[in-house]
């Protein structure tokens, strides 16, 4: 299993706009890849505008399907305007 | 439901002290809290001795119950030595 975790920045006035796109995205991006077992995002509560998006694949052939999926570019040119910063860290899963 | 990630920085002789100890101690956690939803510890591809664990809770007793947990205090006790740095970020779920 490999997890994923991204830190959201995101610029201070467009807070509900990217909540308002992760609900709608996250979903259908979920349905549309087997391989993704979890995937959630969450407000951080102590730092400004941050959200924590956690996405848990089965293996490197889903993880790359999804990252290679028309939808996830399509739903991330849609949010790009959102996002003041991002950071991403893959993990290989021991638990 | 709430999402926790803490980013373990671990001294870089003790990567396998604190793997094994999240082998052990993680799986028994969870089973002993319902309210758990996911449970996960994943080491990272990018930074030195770096593991992050990634938690959901159906809710706030839930998280209360864990970090209130005589077991979590002792498994914690346990692997108190191989841990250098952790930061602990609470998240109120969106998706």
Known sequence: MILVVA?????????EDYAAACRDMMPRLQAANPGILFYHAGRSRDEEATFRVIEA????????????????????????????????RVHDAIV
Do not use: C, N, Q
């Not at 830190?7 to 807070?15: E, F, K, N, S, Y």
């Open 57 to 88: 694949y089965a293996d490197r052939e889903a993880m790359e399907r999804h990252i290679g999926s028309d939808m996830l570019k399509a739903s991330f040119a849609g949010m790009r305007d959102y996002i003041a910063d991002i950071d991403i």
């Open 7 to 15: 830190t959201v920045r995101v610029h201070p006035d467009r807070v």
